[in-house]
């Protein structure tokens, strides 16, 4: 079983909409959450990071993770154009380890 | 400013070959990285540097040699390039214990034929 698993999409959705990525992880000794952004032909960005189960906000976008799941989700609010991209939720154990990568979701937001 | 850049963006070369890739951080921080993102878009680490000590070397084969000359350079040397190779690398850094805070470069696209 691989460590991440991330729905690669398409995903596409019209202007406005919510929108809801999720990733699954099978390790429960992940300790960080990330959400990394990649525009087309560019590097990842970091948008988001948690360490602890629940929400947490930062403008339109909401990070949620359930650790007794084991799942992460990233949600868009009021989706605009400008957020069609990659996105790749990331994990980490702790200390000099890697991060583990999900395969990526590809949103496309409509005008 | 560019935190993170690399050299060349594109590489276009045939099998066999060796060729090198430059990675340069200006954020002052002391770990570096280098990823592969296959066609599939998988980004996966190769290896991992913290102040110029190798940290993390994951199963990547021989042919490829990291070599980190100073804290804000790590270089990507790769010999006899196969087919497989084609893909697209990363440089990222990070500073100290904010591993999952990474910054990456805009990638070199390798193409071998």
């Known amino acids: 079983q691989k460590e991440v698993e991330q729905d690669p999409g398409p995903l596409s959705v019209p202007e406005g909409a919510i929108v809801s990525l999720n990733c699954t992880y099978s390790n429960s000794a992940f300790q960080y959450f990330m959400w990394y952004r990649q525009y087309s032909r560019k590097g990842p960005e970091l948008l988001m990071y948690t360490y602890s189960s629940g929400n947490k906000e930062d403008g339109r976008f909401t990070a949620q993770v359930d650790k007794s799941s084991k799942y992460i989700s990233l949600f868009i609010r009021d989706s605009q154009p400008s957020d069609s991209a990659t996105y790749l939720c990331a994990i980490l154990y702790s200390g000099n380890t890697p991060l583990v990568f999900g395969k990526g979701t590809r949103l496309s937001v409509i005008a | 400013d560019t935190a993170v850049s690399q050299t060349p963006k594109y590489l276009v070369t045939q099998m066999g070959n060796d060729k090198s890739i430059k990675c340069e951080q200006n954020l002052g921080h002391d770990t570096m990285y280098w990823y592969k993102q296959d066609s599939k878009k998988f980004l996966k680490i190769m290896f991992s540097?913290?102040?110029?000590?190798?940290?993390i070397n994951e199963t990547v084969p021989n042919r490829f040699s990291p070599k980190s000359p100073d804290k804000a350079h790590l270089n990507l040397h790769i010999n006899s390039l196969e087919l497989g190779d084609s893909a697209v690398y990363f440089c990222?850094?990070?500073?100290?214990?904010?591993?999952?805070?990474?910054?990456f470069g805009p990638g070199t696209r390798l193409t071998v034929t």
């Open positions: 540097y913290n102040n110029k000590e190798l940290i």
């Open positions: 990222a850094s990070s500073q100290g214990r904010t591993l999952y805070e990474q910054y």
